[in-house]
T-cell receptor, first 110, second 112 residues
Framework: NAGVTQTPKFQVLKTGQSMTLQCAQD?????MYWYRQDPGMGLRLIYY???????DKGEVPNGYNVSRLNKREFSLRLESAAPSQTSVYFC?????????FGPGTRLTVT | GQQLNQSPQSMFIQEGEDVSMNCTSS?????WLWYKQDPGEGPVLLIA?????ELTSNGRLTAQFGITRKDSFLNISASIPSDVGIYFC????????????FGAGTTVTVRA
């Protein structure tokens, strides 16, 4: 099992550009999440999907959209990137006991 | 916003030392979790605690779920160089709601 995979690993965008971060899990989990990690702030929830076909806002959803394409895949889209969205983005999926994280995408917006 | 206060923010420790870090909250949590993040990787679960007062070990790691449900601590005994990383506490407030609140992390650096 690959667990949770994310692509790309690194990305540099110019302000105003758009992009989609991809996430997939092979553990048959219902719930999936997108977080951002900034220095000294831990992990903050952007959006989550409790099950296929549903998505909900987390703590910091502004500037992002998500799609739960199927049970395996949960993508995060930045429609018009801003320097404040420079961060490391983590996708996670969970079973009833805990969350499993992907390796992260390091995004820089210039 | 951030609901968990994690301390210390960072620590330098001598190899072989025991270290301790803790997490407190103004809210009650039903589950406490401790994760470790290695450089360039995602967080990995170390220990999960499900009952108030529970004390659980995983090798050299020991964690406790505070009796008030508002705090937890993690101890690392006899630290080694591979203990370097960022340790996060996380709490789950509502049963069957898998969303977590995270602390800001404790960065551990080991002096050989």
């Amino acid at each position: 099992n690959a667990g949770v995979t994310q692509t790309p690993k690194f990305q540099v965008l110019k302000t105003g550009q758009s992009m989609t971060l991809q996430c997939a899990q092979d553990m048959n989990h219902n719930s999936m999440y997108w977080y951002r990690q900034d220095p000294g702030m831990g992990l903050r929830l952007i959006y989550y999907s409790a099950s296929e076909g549903t998505t909900d806002k987390g703590e910091v959803p502004n500037g992002y959209n998500v799609s739960r394409l199927n049970k395996r895949e949960f993508s995060l889209r930045l429609e018009s990137a801003a320097p404040s969205q420079t961060s490391v983005y983590f996708c996670a999926s969970s079973d009833p006991t805990h969350q499993y994280f992907g390796p992260g995408t390091r995004l820089t917006v210039t | 916003g951030q609901q968990l206060n994690q301390s210390p923010q960072s620590m330098f420790i001598q190899e072989g030392e025991d270290v301790s870090m803790n997490c407190t909250s103004s809210s009650i949590f039903n589950t406490w979790l401790w994760y470790k993040q290695d450089p360039g990787e995602g967080p990995v679960l170390l220990i999960a605690l499900y009952k108030a007062g529970e004390l659980t070990s995983n090798g050299r790691l020991t964690a406790q779920f505070g009796i008030t449900r508002k705090d937890s601590f993690l101890n690392i005994s006899a630290s080694i160089p591979s203990d370097v990383g960022i340790y996060f506490c996380a709490g789950q407030r509502v049963l069957n709601d898998y969303k977590l609140s995270f602390g800001a992390g404790t960065t551990v650096t080991v002096r050989a």
